[in-house]
Structure formats: C-alpha cells, structure tokens
T-cell receptor, first 109, second 113 residues
Framework: GQNIDQPTEMTATEGAIVQINCTYQ??????LFWYQQHAGEAPTFLSY??LDGLEEKGRFSSFLSRSKGYSYLLLKELQMKDSASYLC??????????WGAGTKLIIKP | IAGITQAPTSQILAAGRRMTLRCTQD?????MYWYRQDLGLGLRLIHY???????GKGEVPDGYSVSRANTDDFPLTLASAVPSQTSVYFC????????????FGPGTRLTVL
C-alpha cells in the first residue's frame, strides 16, 4: 500500500527559512507533488519532482530522494502570505494522486 | 477564462436526499477528478475520468456516482446522502491523467444532517 507522512503543524518567523518534510512508502511512483492551500480555498500547484534532486522556483524549492522515500519543500524569505497548509502528494503507478494530510504553516511577525 | 467552476458553493442537505454537485472546466482538459477533503485527512479521490465517456473509481467511491457526457462537465451525484458524506468536495482537472499539474475548483461545502 501507500503511506505519506508530513508534520501536522509548523511555526516560523517572517523573513526566515522553513523546511517541510514529507516521507512516503509506495509500490509505484510517478512523481511527488507539493500544493499550497490557504484556509477555505482550493489547493494550488507549487512543484513536481520525478527525478532525484532539487527543483528551484523563486522562493520555493523542492527536493526528492526516491531511494529514501523522502521529499522536502523549502520556503525562503518567508512572508505573512505564506501562512497556509502545504500538501505533499505522490502519483502512484495508476497516475492517481495519494495525498498527505497537509502541514499547516504559521508565520509569525 | 474561468478555469474550473463548481456549484453550489455550499449546501445543507437532509439525510436520504439526492444531490448533484456540478463541475465545469473551460480548459479543454481531458482528465477530471472529484476529491473530498476532511479535517485531519488528506484529499481522497472519489471518482475520475480520463476522457469524455469514461469514468473510473478512486479510493472512496461508495455512495457516489459520476458521468462524463462531454469534455467540460463532470457532475458528482449522491443518490441518498448520509451524514458521513459531510465534507468539502473539490473538482479538479488536468490535461491528461499523466499530467504534472491538477487545477482545482473552489470547492463545495456539503453538510448532511
């Protein structure tokens, strides 16, 4: 079966850096996704990793290690608007997304 | 361009009633999905469609049905609602099942009493 784990909640300071980890177990793998979801809103796509390594997009970066079943999302120069839930999801062998429960990130001034 | 629209925004429903949640996309995407999101749980796939005329079951399909008569519309029907179907329902679409990005609608908050 498949399993995804990520911390329930994290707190960070405006201007700082935060790393949100995601570990997974799966028998089939077609990519690892990160989505952002503000309270009461729909998830929006942030990043996609299918090969090992780091993908950088402005203030956000995502890392994947397939051998370790591990990914992280790195957010730099945190802004108050980054307060949201961050959802880790893996695409299984049937191209269906299996979602983690999400990490609620609280940014303090 | 609206992207994906869902209706209604929210609904309170008596148990046993039939309800259809509507979803329309204007991006000409082939694949569409219905998820439910509950507190403390990840998004769970209910049903999906690879292309117009075909549908498939996701992780939690029981009590729900879908149809895909054309590319743009993907309604979700609860034949006889139960309180455990109280949830936020999101419709999403992507160019294909293998696409790297799914685009989500604004969601429907459903309460079954």
């Amino acid at each position: 079966g498949q399993n995804i784990d990520q911390p329930t909640e994290m707190t960070a300071t405006e201007g700082a850096i935060v790393q949100i980890n995601c570990t997974y177990q799966t028998s089939g793998f077609n990519g690892l996704f990160w989505y952002q979801q503000h309270a009461g809103e729909a998830p929006t796509f942030l990043s996609y990793n299918v090969l090992d390594g780091l993908e950088e997009k402005g203030r956000f970066s995502s890392f994947l290690s397939r051998s370790k079943g591990y990914s992280y999302l790195l957010l730099k120069e945190l802004q108050m608007k980054d307060s949201a839930s961050y959802l880790c999801a893996l695409m299984d062998s049937n191209y269906q997304l299996i979602w983690g429960a999400g990490t609620k990130l609280i940014i303090k001034p | 361009i609206a992207g994906i629209t869902q209706a209604p925004t929210s609904q309170i429903l008596a148990a046993g009633r039939r309800m259809t949640l509507r979803c329309t996309q204007d991006m000409r995407h082939n694949a569409m999905y219905w998820y439910r999101q509950d507190l403390g749980l990840g998004l769970r796939l209910i049903h999906y469609s690879n292309t117009a005329g075909t549908t498939g079951k996701g992780e939690v399909p029981d009590g729900y049905s879908v149809s895909r008569a054309n590319t743009d519309d993907f309604p979700l029907t609860l034949a006889s609602a139960v309180p455990s179907q109280t949830s936020v329902y999101f419709c999403a679409s992507s160019e294909s099942l293998e696409s790297d990005t799914q685009y989500f609608g604004p969601g429907t908050r459903l309460t079954v009493l």
